[in-house]
Each structure stands twice: as C-alpha cells, then as structure tokens.
C-alpha cells in the first residue's frame, strides 16, 4: 500500500509537470510566431539594416523568457503537489488499517480555511474510524464469550441429565437454566440479525395503523421472566395510543429498551414507562432508577458496539440501542436519553401518521 502510494504521488507530480511544460512550450511558440509576424508586418521594427538582427534577438528573448517561465513553473509546481502526495499518503495509511493517520500541514498553509478544514475533517474521520475499530475488537472479544458461555452451560446440564439419578427437583432446575441460556442465545442472535436488517434498509415498508399502548403491554409481558426475577415494579399508567409505523420494528425497539431498563435496574426497583400525545407526534418514554449514565456515556451509547459499562459485568452486546436508535430513524422520529437523580430515562419521539415510503 506504501509502494502504491508513492507510485500515485510520482505519477501526480510527472502528469502535471508535463502538462505545464507543455503548456509554456506552445505559450514559447505562439509568442515567437506573434513576434515574427508583427516584425514582417513592420508593427515591430529596429529600423535599418539591423531589422533582421532586431527581430531575431526579440525572438531570442521571448524563447529564453518562456524558458525560464517554463524552469520556474516546472520547479513551483512541486511545492503544492508535496501536499497533495502528503494527503495521498495518510489516506493510503488510513485505507490499509493505521488509524493513527493524521493530515498535518506547515503553520503557512494550516492557516488557510481550506487546509485548516480539510486537516479537521480528515483528523475526525480517522479518530473515529479507529474508535469503531476498537469498539468492534471490543464487541467480538465480548461476544464470542457471551456466546460461548450459554453454550457452555446448555452442554453441561444436558450431560448432567443424561446422567440419569436426579431428582424431579433437580431435572427441573437443570431444565430451567437450559431453558433460560438457550432464550439468552436467541436474544444475542436476534440482536445480530436486526442490526444488519435495518442496516441495509433505506426505505422504510409494512407500515400500518396498530394499537401502540397494547403493543408496549405485550413487550413486558414478553421480559416477565427477567423483571420477575429481579423483583422490579412497573408504572403502566397510560391510555389507549393509536399510531402509523412497521409493526415488527417497532416491537424491538420497545424490547431492547424495556430489556435495557431491567438490566440496569436494582433488584426491587421500578421501571415507568409513559406515552404523551404531541400535536402530530407521539412520544415513549422508559425511565428506570439506578446508577446514572455519564454524558460522556450518553453521545456514544447507540454508537454500533457501544457499551456504557465498561467492566461489562452486566450481561450486553451493544449492539441493542444501535438497533434503536437506527429504527427510530427508519421512521422519521428520534431518540433521546437523558439520566440524572439516579433516574435514567429513553424518549423516543415518532409522527403518527407515516405512509409507506
């Protein structure tokens, strides 16, 4: 890729040095054939019998003039194209995986809008890159553990089954954690699959008018077995919400963000959750009490891979707030968090009234 690179700045500098030596070459042809003809025309004249003499020595100097020209162009042409082959450099570095690349120019030229930009953006670009680098490192160390973990425990219990001489009691309880890290598995792959389905969508399709109050009450339903068991309240307390979206994805956004708000919470603590009619939006919120999320935490929380605990001792793939926050946008809506008092709380704001794109 180095090799590449250099090969792109030389061939740069040769193609525009040629084209400027080109150019003075017929600038020096022109202007000796427009000084000719003005010498035959008499227009130009030294007078005499030194005429001759006059028209050949003006001739002389407009070649060596546009000579020089020429020399000057061909050796100042090279100062910009050290940026440009500069440029062409750090985009190869970034290209072949050195996120460490950065565009830096002198203090003359930074202090130029257009250098000063262009050395921003691409400094942003490649700081970022090489962030989403880290998180998706990140992400496949964490779950290929998550993963392997389930499995683990799924294959343990079914050899202690086939064991045989265990009580009722003790097959049932074999039976439940199989049972429970098979449904883990299914939510981490359930995850994967969504992200990559909204991912590549850009239009969104099967909208339809559906009941979205029913539709909340059905989510925790589906997740009684999680708040269940870490003894945790609900606040309910909201009317009948008609709204226009794609059912399916709407669904996973309520999941993912009631499932969020249980994983976060304190054993016996309470989860609200509470819609708002707004004009020609409506709004969801899901607020749950417990340790509070940091800003620096809340600009990159639904980042693809992104997890706000760090030591990952809570059980997440970060990938469930990404799946959020891009099916919110999929419909034209937003999503907020906001998490202070030891109050966390997810707004999700969506029209009412959306027609298939």
Known sequence: MKRQGQKTGIGLNFAISLAVFCIQFITIFMSAVFTYLLIQLGVISAGGDTELSM????LFMVVISNAIGSMVAFVAIRIPLKFVSHIIHQINRLASGDFQARLHFNSAVSRHPSFAELSESFNKMAEELGNTEVLRSDFINNFSHEFKTPIVSIAGFAKLLKRGNLTEEQKKEYLDVIEEESLRLSYMATNVLSLTQVENQTILTDVSRFNLSEQLRSCILLLVDKWEKKEL????????YMISANE??????WINLIDNAIKFSPNGGVIEIDIEDQADQVSVSVANSGEEISLENQ?????KFYQADGSHSIEGNGIGLAVVKRVVDLHSGRVAVHSEHNI???TVMLPKNLRNS
Do not use: C, M, P
């Not at 399916?248 to 956004?253: A, C, G, H, P, S």
């Open 55 to 58: 028209g050949h020595i003006i």
């Open 344 to 346: 966390t709380a997810f």
């Open 233 to 240: 309240d609900f606040e309910v307390e909201f009317g009948e």
């Open 299 to 303: 600009k990159r929380i639904f980042n």
């Open 248 to 253: 399916e994805l709407l669904k996973q956004v």
